[in-house]
Nanobody, 116 residues
Protein backbone atom coordinates (compact mmCIF):
# COMPACT_ATOMS: atom_id res chain seq x y z
CA UNK A 1 0.00 0.00 0.00
CA UNK A 2 1.23 3.46 -0.90
CA UNK A 3 0.85 6.35 1.48
CA UNK A 4 0.77 9.95 0.33
CA UNK A 5 0.97 12.89 2.71
CA UNK A 6 0.29 16.46 1.65
CA UNK A 7 1.48 19.58 3.39
CA UNK A 8 1.89 23.27 2.74
CA UNK A 9 -1.71 24.40 2.71
CA UNK A 10 -2.89 27.45 4.54
CA UNK A 11 -4.42 30.88 4.27
CA UNK A 12 -3.13 33.19 1.59
CA UNK A 13 -4.25 36.50 0.15
CA UNK A 14 -5.48 36.78 -3.43
CA UNK A 15 -2.50 37.13 -5.71
CA UNK A 16 -0.29 35.28 -3.29
CA UNK A 17 1.57 32.02 -3.65
CA UNK A 18 1.76 28.67 -1.93
CA UNK A 19 3.72 25.52 -2.54
CA UNK A 20 2.10 22.23 -1.69
CA UNK A 21 4.18 19.15 -1.05
CA UNK A 22 3.27 15.51 -1.26
CA UNK A 23 5.58 12.82 0.02
CA UNK A 24 5.04 9.24 -1.06
CA UNK A 25 6.07 6.03 0.65
CA UNK A 26 6.89 4.51 -2.72
CA UNK A 27 9.22 5.78 -5.40
CA UNK A 28 7.35 8.22 -7.59
CA UNK A 29 9.82 7.55 -10.36
CA UNK A 30 8.01 4.29 -10.99
CA UNK A 31 4.56 5.87 -11.04
CA UNK A 32 2.51 5.81 -14.19
CA UNK A 33 1.18 9.20 -13.24
CA UNK A 34 1.25 11.65 -10.37
CA UNK A 35 -0.82 14.70 -9.87
CA UNK A 36 -3.18 16.88 -7.92
CA UNK A 37 -6.89 17.38 -7.59
CA UNK A 38 -8.97 19.68 -5.44
CA UNK A 39 -12.41 19.76 -3.93
CA UNK A 40 -14.30 22.81 -2.78
CA UNK A 41 -17.26 22.55 -0.39
CA UNK A 42 -20.34 21.29 -2.18
CA UNK A 43 -18.45 20.55 -5.36
CA UNK A 44 -17.05 17.50 -7.06
CA UNK A 45 -13.38 16.73 -6.94
CA UNK A 46 -11.68 18.60 -9.74
CA UNK A 47 -8.60 17.73 -11.71
CA UNK A 48 -5.78 20.23 -11.24
CA UNK A 49 -2.59 18.85 -12.74
CA UNK A 50 -0.90 15.61 -13.66
CA UNK A 51 2.47 14.35 -14.80
CA UNK A 52 2.63 11.06 -16.67
CA UNK A 53 5.54 8.68 -16.92
CA UNK A 54 6.05 9.85 -20.48
CA UNK A 55 6.75 13.33 -19.18
CA UNK A 56 3.52 14.92 -20.28
CA UNK A 57 2.15 17.55 -17.93
CA UNK A 58 -1.47 18.60 -18.09
CA UNK A 59 -3.18 21.39 -16.21
CA UNK A 60 -6.79 22.27 -15.74
CA UNK A 61 -7.77 25.34 -17.69
CA UNK A 62 -8.62 27.14 -14.47
CA UNK A 63 -5.04 26.94 -13.23
CA UNK A 64 -3.08 26.93 -16.46
CA UNK A 65 -0.31 29.49 -16.41
CA UNK A 66 -0.51 29.91 -12.65
CA UNK A 67 0.35 26.48 -11.24
CA UNK A 68 3.45 24.39 -11.74
CA UNK A 69 3.89 20.68 -11.08
CA UNK A 70 7.27 19.23 -10.22
CA UNK A 71 8.82 16.29 -8.44
CA UNK A 72 11.92 15.26 -6.58
CA UNK A 73 12.59 11.59 -7.11
CA UNK A 74 15.29 11.49 -4.45
CA UNK A 75 12.81 12.36 -1.73
CA UNK A 76 9.72 10.86 -3.35
CA UNK A 77 8.07 14.23 -3.20
CA UNK A 78 5.87 16.03 -5.67
CA UNK A 79 5.12 19.72 -5.54
CA UNK A 80 2.37 21.99 -6.68
CA UNK A 81 3.60 25.56 -6.91
CA UNK A 82 0.63 27.89 -6.95
CA UNK A 83 0.93 31.53 -7.87
CA UNK A 84 -1.51 34.35 -8.53
CA UNK A 85 -4.00 32.61 -6.31
CA UNK A 86 -7.65 33.49 -6.57
CA UNK A 87 -10.52 33.01 -4.12
CA UNK A 88 -11.92 30.35 -6.42
CA UNK A 89 -8.78 28.32 -5.81
CA UNK A 90 -9.99 27.73 -2.27
CA UNK A 91 -10.35 23.99 -1.78
CA UNK A 92 -8.90 20.92 -0.20
CA UNK A 93 -6.03 19.81 -2.38
CA UNK A 94 -5.21 16.15 -2.79
CA UNK A 95 -2.19 14.53 -4.33
CA UNK A 96 -2.46 11.22 -6.10
CA UNK A 97 -0.27 8.59 -7.69
CA UNK A 98 -0.93 5.66 -9.95
CA UNK A 99 1.44 2.75 -10.26
CA UNK A 100 1.21 -0.33 -12.43
CA UNK A 101 -1.50 -2.48 -10.88
CA UNK A 102 -1.51 -0.18 -7.86
CA UNK A 103 -3.72 2.73 -7.13
CA UNK A 104 -4.80 5.34 -7.62
CA UNK A 105 -3.65 6.33 -4.18
CA UNK A 106 -4.71 9.56 -2.58
CA UNK A 107 -3.36 11.71 0.19
CA UNK A 108 -5.47 13.02 3.03
CA UNK A 109 -5.70 16.49 1.58
CA UNK A 110 -4.51 19.90 2.67
CA UNK A 111 -6.68 22.98 2.93
CA UNK A 112 -5.91 26.00 0.81
CA UNK A 113 -7.88 29.14 1.55
CA UNK A 114 -7.49 32.23 -0.60
CA UNK A 115 -9.08 35.22 1.03
CA UNK A 116 -8.36 38.84 1.77
Amino acid sequence: QVQLVESGGGLVQPGGSLRLSCTASKSIFSANAIGWARQAPGKQREFVAQLTSSGTINFADAVKGRFTLSRDNATNTMYLQMTSLKPEDTAVYFCAAVFSNLGPYWGQGTQVTVSS
